[in-house]
């Protein structure tokens, strides 16, 4: 394969992910004073998750693709706690070894990519402390504070990156948060109800501090 036709390869199967991940209903994280909240609309199964004490995991696209991403970062962040110890349990080395299975898929032109985008995020003590990355279907990320918006568009949506990071939320409760947030993916979810399939309300909260040991709730 000489080198245009490999990038001729990459561009189709971009196309291809970023077409399967359009219709995505969009997952918005918000730090907050009690935590992060995360909300979105679910069809089946859920899109968020707690993989370690202090980081929680949602993604959008195919379900199958989504699970193997999941699992995978509660192996990896288990085996480095129980190794290491877990304070090396970081949402960086997490996100680190996360990517290379993506771009490992997404650059082997003779299987299939995942389709899938993942967000990571890490609670910490302040909400202008937390951690937030938004990983791509290729295995590309990059950082954010304070709040992230995770959507199947390619291209960034205003109104969703203003809302969550208004520097309001840094000082309301979860679920002052949550009924801040809901009125804006109801938006976008009726959009997405227009194709098919029913959908459900869902959001979680990672909770900030303290000596609880159960930090994740579902709301």
Known sequence: ???????????????????RLSGAIPVLAVSCADGIVLATFSRVQPKVYEIYDELVFAAIGQSADVEQMRVAAIEFVHREGYQRSKRDVSIQRVVQTMSMPMKNAFNDYRGAPLVAKCLYAEVRETPADDMYYVMDYDGDYLPDRRGAVL??????????????????????????????????????????LENDGEIQFEAALIRRGGSRRRRFYRL
Do not use: C, I
């Not at 990156?161 to 979810?189: C, F, I, M, Q, Y």
């Open 151 to 192: 959507t199947g568009l390619t291209e960034p949506d205003a109104e969703l990156d203003a809302l969550v990071n208004d520097l309001k939320w840094a000082e309301s409760s979860h679920e002052e948060t949550v009924a801040g947030l809901r009125p804006v993916l109801e938006v976008r979810a009726e959009r997405a």
């Open 1 to 19: 394969m000489t080198p245009f036709d490999w990038q001729e390869a990459m561009g189709q199967r971009a196309q291809y992910v970023a077409g």
